[in-house]
């Protein structure tokens, strides 16, 4: 069982017989029409409002909202000010990763979590935010005009480095991302320095690297056209809460955005992915934002448009940002400067659909005992990351819940 809050609970069901889960039942308390709170707000209210109502990746919430709000309401903004929030927006994915490992990894390996990586890095993470955007700015819609010092951000980026190598690598990130098999992935974790080893380490052991494979399509490309009819539509409240593409639940994770990495590819090609493959996937995503973020605080003079800023009718805005645990989506109606209509749709209802990427990953799933039930299926929910609490029940067959 996962701490909840007001932010709601996934009720997860197992039936379990003969040491085999025979069916799984997942439903949301999920509060889906929260962000109607912003009907007849102002952008600017919807700005300020934001970050109390959905904290959690609170950068990636506020990117795209101002994304969509900007295009709405017709605001310009420059390339420079579209990148920097994205910039933020990786680090804040690094911050959730590494809190996911700190915390989480620690318990399955039965340790007591020690977060003082987790508070070393939200003081970067500050720092780094204060550099690109001060006083705020990444939330003021249109931005303002920064002229950041790349000197100063590679330092920081020096230190970011620096602490990942130390509670997650054993190694520089880059160098890390070189590993291109389970050899030197099992090579690497059975250096045992650091949680993500030990962890790594201990799924072979345990001869569990193949749990949790699926066959579920990955959530490709959207586009904002089709996405504007399934979320203005008669059905878009059943859209938001159980989504699907071309009549098929999708799986957008830190595991298919980097799927194409060579280790990944070989991990798959062997294991399917399974619980190995997406645990290496998140360790994978994080090294690889450490590169973006070095590519990313240089020169900006040649920065693209990103796609997302073209609008489409006068008064709408939709936005797409690639968050911690998968793509997040806002749409916005603007009338007369009002907010008419908002719907938010998260990456946990795609991966943790009734018929989505868990579901058909814990079907099946095999255990010697109830114990060790718990801790398989505990793992592989943690390494699909729902960002709400989630209450686990296993049914013996003989029994039915109450």
């Known amino acids: 069982m996962a701490a909840t809050g007001i932010e709601g609970t996934l009720l997860i069901d197992l039936r379990w017989q003969r040491g085999c889960v025979t069916e799984v039942s997942l439903s949301s308390t999920r509060p889906l029409q929260m962000p109607r709170i912003f009907h007849g707000r102002s952008a600017d209210?919807?700005?300020a409002t934001l970050p109390v109502v959905y904290s959690l990746c609170g950068m990636a919430q506020a990117c795209a909202a101002a994304e969509a709000l900007e295009q709405a309401a017709g605001i310009e903004v420059s390339a420079q000010t579209r990148h920097s929030r994205r910039l933020l927006v990786a680090f804040e994915t690094i911050k959730e990763h590494l809190w996911r490992i700190e915390r989480?990894?620690?318990g399955f390996l039965g340790q007591r979590p020690d977060l003082s990586g987790i508070s070393d890095l939200l003081a970067l993470m500050r720092t780094f935010r204060a550099t690109l955007f001060?006083?705020?700015?990444?939330?003021i819609l249109g931005g303002?005009?920064?002229e950041f010092d790349p000197v100063q951000l590679g330092t920081q980026l020096d230190q970011l480095e620096s602490l990942l190598r130390r509670r997650v690598f054993a190694q520089s990130p880059q160098s890390w991302l070189e590993l291109s098999d389970r050899d030197g992935l099992s090579c690497w974790s059975r250096g045992s320095a650091t949680l993500a080893q030990a962890m790594l380490a201990q799924i072979d052991l345990l001869g569990e690297a193949e749990i949790g494979r699926t066959t579920m399509a990955a959530l490709g490309q959207l586009d904002n056209d089709?996405?504007?009819?399934?979320?203005s539509g008669a059905d878009a409240d059943q859209f938001v809460a159980q989504p699907d593409w071309q009549q098929k639940p999708r799986e957008t994770t830190p595991y298919t955005r980097q799927r194409y990495h060579p280790l990944l590819i070989s991990l798959e090609e062997e294991l399917g992915n399974g619980l190995l493959t997406r645990m290496t996937a998140r360790l994978v995503e994080v090294a690889a934002l450490v590169i973006f973020l070095r590519g990313g605080t240089g020169n900006t003079e040649e920065l693209k448009t990103d796609v997302n800023s073209r609008g489409l009718a006068?008064?709408?805005g939709i936005s797409q940002v690639e968050a911690a645990r998968g793509r997040l989506v806002h749409r916005v109606v603007l009338e007369r400067a009002l907010v008419r209509s908002y719907r938010i749709l998260a990456p946990t209802e795609w991966n943790f659909h009734p018929r989505g990427v868990l579901v058909q990953g814990l079907t099946g799933l095999q255990a010697?005992?109830?114990a060790e039930l718990n801790r398989r299926a505990a793992s592989l929910i943690n390494a699909i990351d729902p960002c709400v609490g989630y209450q686990l029940r296993i049914i013996?067959?003989?029994e039915e819940p109450q």
Do not use: Y
């Open 45 to 47: 209210e919807v700005m």
């Open 104 to 106: 989480d990894w620690a």
């Open 134 to 139: 001060p006083a705020g700015g990444e939330s």
């Open 144 to 146: 303002r005009p920064v």
């Open 226 to 231: 089709a996405l504007n009819r399934l979320l």
């Open 314 to 316: 006068a008064g709408i």
């Open 368 to 370: 010697r005992t109830q």
């Open 396 to 398: 013996p067959a003989e």
